[in-house]
């Protein structure tokens, strides 16, 4: 299986007229997604799932890459790693998983699957870290494919 793990490009601040989950993407962030998104799809397998947070910000980057997706709660604002990696099917599904979310959640899991501990990991707005897992006999291992921002495409 593979894991992408997309952390939401730049949004708006939150501001008395809205709320944490409708804070949608800035000009800078909707370039950010597409950047992103045009990356993404020279590289992904065919068949590949999308899963999106439903705040409105998370859900406008995964709207750059594909239409296709589908909004999972537990990919939401204020989810735990654990939900996160249940709600992938992480690590039984076969195939592409892209996650589109937040930090520090997804930072969180990213921490989680290299190094088998909670950690704090930081992933910059609009960025990816792609993980696979492989098995070598009966134990499975964990491989970064790559970890990129926007910035430097």
């Known amino acids: 299986m593979e894991l992408i793990l997309w952390r939401h490009a730049d949004a708006e ?5 809205c709320t944490d989950s409708e804070r949608a993407l800035t000009e800078q962030g909707v ?3 597409a950047s992103m998104a045009k990356w993404l799809r020279a590289r992904l397998p065919e ?3 999308v899963l999106a947070s439903p705040a409105k910000r998370a ?3 995964a709207r750059a ?4 997706f589908r909004t999972v ?4 604002t204020s989810s735990a790693p654990e ?9 039984g599904t076969a195939g592409t998983v892209v996650a589109v979310g937040h930090q520090p959640t997804l930072g969180e899991v990213a921490a989680l699957l290299m190094t088998g501990t909670k950690g704090q990991w930081g992933l ?14 009966a134990i499975p291992r964990m491989h970064l494919r790559a970890a990129i921002s926007p910035e430097l495409l």
């Open 13 to 17: 601040d939150a501001s008395a007229i």
């Open 31 to 33: 370039r950010q997604a």
């Open 47 to 49: 068949g590949a799932t």
């Open 59 to 61: 859900q406008q980057t």
């Open 65 to 68: 890459l594909t239409a296709d």
């Open 73 to 76: 709660n537990e990919i939401g």
């Open 83 to 91: 939900a996160v990696l249940l709600a992938c099917g992480w690590p």
């Open 124 to 137: 910059a707005k609009g960025a990816i870290i792609w993980l696979v897992a492989r098995e070598r006999g």
